[in-house]
């Protein structure tokens, strides 16, 4: 991992930091009780796994910001919710990987904005720390109704990914996880936004995770456990459980619209999703299926076969260094922020 990646967002004690070298306001939240110390907020759980997670695996923990010194240092005697705790990792996660891709800023960049909560910040972010003018420059793609507002909202030069020329690929996409296992295979879709998210993803040279500390884990379907987002045709989505079922799925699910609509939530593109519980997914090695117990790519190769599936939130295979031009469905690294205050970089 490069250098630059290693920011300063951790202290001995409570810190509110701005992150820009540049005079300015401060980019995280201006008052605030920033992060407690490990464990606090009810998370000594996730900080378990997580602590175990990255025992066992390459990770980066970014300890220094040479070129974006905080300005501001704050102590706080207060202990933020686990809620703000949450959204403080986000935005932090979001400032350092924005930093680390969008660093020195180059003209006419294309970027893809992914869908979810942890992709404001990185709107947020890029607004923040990249020059007007740079800015100004730059092409945003949506990847769906969501991310086509908060691009619009923040004053954006807003694209369609249907326009990108055939053989043309978006610099850089960002964009959030559902969870994150050590080969950073990612489980996305829980707010129902995956096709998009993976046409966008696959568009893109290189495809940046930024998530908080729960979305790390051992193995998908340990952190998140309302199943794989499948999105499906409406018509076949009974067809689709009964050969979920068959494959050892415990209790898959159409996703109910309640409480904002009745009946199946319909995706941006008038699909349905289904939610399908399974065994956690091995690394690696191969799958027990009668046992249910699947590899992440064999089970992945298994459920995009089922007729009447469009797409699937499992993003597996190769990442953008692999595959070189496009296609690549894996990120080439995850930042997630921290209990502590750090942001913790696993790479491809
Ligand atoms: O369909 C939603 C997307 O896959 C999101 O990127 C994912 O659910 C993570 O969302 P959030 O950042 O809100 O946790």
């Known amino acids: 991992m490069n250098k630059h990646h290693h920011l300063l967002l951790r202290g001995a004690s409570s810190l509110t930091v701005s992150l820009c070298k540049r005079s300015g306001p401060t980019h995280l939240p201006p008052a605030g009780p920033l992060f407690p110390s490990s464990g606090a907020g009810g998370t000594t759980t996730a900080a378990t796994i997580v602590s175990n997670f990255f025992s066992r695996h390459h990770h980066s923990t970014l300890t220094s910001p040479h070129h974006h010194l905080p300005k501001t240092a704050r102590m706080s005697t207060t202990t933020p919710s686990p809620v703000d705790l949450i959204e403080q990792s986000k935005r932090l996660a979001a400032f350092q990987s924005v930093t680390a891709h969008l660093v020195p800023f180059p003209s006419r960049t294309r970027i893809g904005i992914g869908s979810g909560s942890t992709v404001i910040y990185v709107v947020e972010a ?170 992440v790519d064999e089970l992945a190769d298994a459920l995009i076969k089922i007729p009447g599936v469009a797409e699937i939130g499992l993003f597996y295979g190769k990442n953008g260094n692999q595959a070189g031009e496009g296609g690549a469905q894996k990120p080439v690294e995850a930042y997630f922020g921290m209990e502590d205050g750090s942001v913790k970089v696993l790479s491809a």
């Open 126 to 295: 890029i607004t923040t720390l990249v020059p007007p003018t740079t800015l100004s420059t730059m092409t945003f793609y949506p990847t769906g109704a969501q991310s086509e507002q908060l691009i619009e909202s923040a004053g954006l030069n807003l694209q369609y990914i249907n326009k990108l020329p055939p053989g043309t690929l978006l610099d850089v996409c960002f964009d959030g996880a559902d969870e994150v296992d050590p080969n950073l295979n990612l489980i996305k879709g829980g707010g129902a936004c995956l096709w998009q998210e993976k046409i966008v993803a696959t568009s893109s040279k290189k495809f940046v995770c930024v998530a908080d500390f729960r979305k790390m884990s051992p193995a998908l379907g340990t952190m998140w456990k309302k199943g794989i987002p499948i999105e499906v045709l409406p018509l076949a989505a009974n067809r689709v459980l009964g050969e979920l079922e068959r494959m050892g799925s415990l209790g898959p699910k159409v996703r109910p619209g309640l409480p904002g609509k009745a009946g199946a939530v319909v995706t941006d593109n008038g699909m349905w999703i289904v939610d399908a519980p399974f065994r956690p997914l091995r690394v690696e090695g191969t799958s027990d299926k009668e046992k249910g117990e699947w590899q």
